[in-house]
């Protein structure tokens, strides 16, 4: 059974900082792609980033872009997304999705983080609020 597991959201000023953090469980991430997306209240869901073992530098859509960084860490079979100078704008629910291939394409990973994107596993999320 494949489990995705996010921690790492919480309260935090703006212009403040969180990393967080998605554990994943029976597959191996280097096989597949691991994508980030963001819902917040009241709002449609939002791609913000991808990356995969053939896009290492990460695909990051523009709602973010400048402000996050993707990383993994294959060892403890992680994803992670750093995020700085957040905004009140940025809070949401984050949750992160697996899909099973990988392609050196930036338009795969742009179709994935699209509302048609097809993602074969998610998380349950965890919830980031920027606020003084």
């Known amino acids: 059974e494949v489990q995705l597991v996010e921690s790492g959201g919480g309260l935090v000023q703006p212009g403040g900082s969180l990393r967080l953090s998605c554990v994943v469980s029976?597959?191996?991430?280097?096989?597949?792609?691991m994508c980030w997306f963001r819902q917040a209240p009241g709002k449609e869901r939002e791609g913000v980033s991808c990356t995969s073992s053939r896009f290492i530098r990460g695909y990051y859509s523009d709602s973010m872009k400048g402000r996050i960084t993707i990383s993994r860490d294959n060892a403890k079979n992680t994803v992670y997304l750093q995020m700085d100078s957040l905004k009140p704008e940025d809070t949401a629910v984050y949750s992160c999705?697996?899909?099973?291939?990988?392609?050196?394409?930036?338009?795969?990973?742009?179709?994935?983080?699209?509302?048609?994107?097809?993602?074969?596993?998610w998380g349950k999320g965890t919830l980031v609020t920027v606020s003084s």
């Open positions: 029976g597959f191996d991430i280097d096989d597949g792609t």
């Open positions: 999705a697996l899909n099973r291939e990988a392609y050196y394409s930036e338009s795969f990973y742009r179709g994935l983080l699209s509302a048609a994107g097809h993602l074969d596993y």
